[in-house]
C-alpha cells in the first residue's frame, strides 16, 4: 500500500530550538496538509499546499512556523525558536486534485519541547 | 465554508451493541464527507465516504454512513461493536469546489465495554 512517511516519528527538543519535521507524499498526489493534533485543540489545518504552492497558511503562527514544499516528494514543517506550547502530534496527509478520494495521513510526529 | 460538530465527544457501548457517532455539517457548496479512525498512537484512517453518489456509504470494519441532506447530517453506524473498533473517531468535510480544505469535528472517542 502507498503510504505517507513522516520523519522523524518522536522528537524531544529544549525550548528555543530549531524543529524541522518532514513528509513525504504518496508519489502523484499533488496535495498536502500539515495538520497539528492536542488534546485541547483537536485537529488543526496549519497549512496546505497544491502543487508545491501553498494554498492556505492562516492556521499556522507565522513568526516561529514556516512550511514548504522543496520539491514533490518533500514538504517541510519548521519551528524557529520552539516553545512547550508547541508540544504536540504533527500529522502530514496527502491526496490529489478530487477530493472526493480523500487523503491519506502520515503516522505523525510526536513533538516534544521542554 | 464548511464546519463539522460531532455530537459527544465520549460514547460508550457494550460489545454486540449498536454504535451510533453523530456528526453534523455545515457547508456554502455541496459537501464531500468523510469519517476518520484514529487507533492509539497512529495516524488517521479512512473508513468512508460520501462524494455524492449513493446517500448510504459503506466503509471498512463493517461501519457505514448516511447522509441526509434535510438533517445536514453524516452519522455513522456499525450494527454490532466489537472491542476492535475502540478508537477515536474523526467526521470531517470538504466544498466540492476546488478548494479542497479539510476540516475535522472535534472527534468522538468510542470506547467498547465487554
Known amino acids: 500500500d502507498a503510504r505517507v512517511t513522516q520523519t522523524p516519528r518522536h522528537k524531544v527538543t529544549e525550548m528555543g530550538q530549531e524543529v524541522t519535521m518532514r513528509c513525504q507524499p504518496i508519489?502523484?498526489?499533488?496535495?498536502v496538509f500539515w495538520y497539528r493534533q492536542t488534546m485541547m485543540q483537536g485537529l488543526e489545518l496549519l497549512a496546505y499546499f497544491r502543487n508545491r504552492a501553498p494554498l492556505d497558511d492562516s492556521g499556522m503562527p507565522k513568526d516561529r512556523f514556516s512550511a514548504e514544499m522543496p520539491d514533490a516528494t518533500l514538504a517541510t514543517l519548521k519551528i524557529q525558536p520552539s516553545e512547550p506550547r508547541d508540544s504536540a502530534v504533527y500529522f502530514c496527509?496527502?491526496?490529489?486534485?478530487?477530493?472526493?478520494?480523500?487523503?491519506?495521513f502520515g503516522s505523525g510526529t510526536r513533538l516534544t519541547v521542554v | 465554508a464548511q464546519s463539522v460538530t460531532q455530537l459527544g465527544s465520549h460514547v460508550s457501548v457494550s460489545e454486540g451493541a449498536l454504535v451510533l457517532l453523530r456528526c453534523n455539517y455545515s457547508s456554502s457548496v455541496p459537501p464531500y464527507l468523510f469519517w476518520y479512525v484514529q487507533y492509539p498512537n497512529q495516524g488517521l484512517q479512512l473508513l468512508l465516504k460520501?462524494?455524492?453518489?449513493?446517500?448510504l456509504v459503506k466503509g471498512i470494519n463493517g461501519f457505514e454512513a448516511e447522509f441526509k441532506k434535510s438533517e445536514t447530517s453524516f452519522h455513522l453506524t456499525k450494527p454490532s461493536a466489537h472491542m476492535s473498533d475502540a478508537a477515536e473517531y474523526f467526521c470531517a468535510v470538504t466544498g466540492s469546489g476546488n478548494t479542497g480544505k479539510l476540516i475535522f469535528g472535534q472527534g468522538t472517542t468510542l470506547q467498547v465495554k465487554p
Open positions: 496527509a496527502s491526496g490529489d486534485t478530487n477530493q472526493a478520494y480523500g487523503y491519506t
Open positions: 508519489l502523484g498526489h499533488n496535495t
Open positions: 460520501y462524494t455524492s453518489a449513493a446517500t
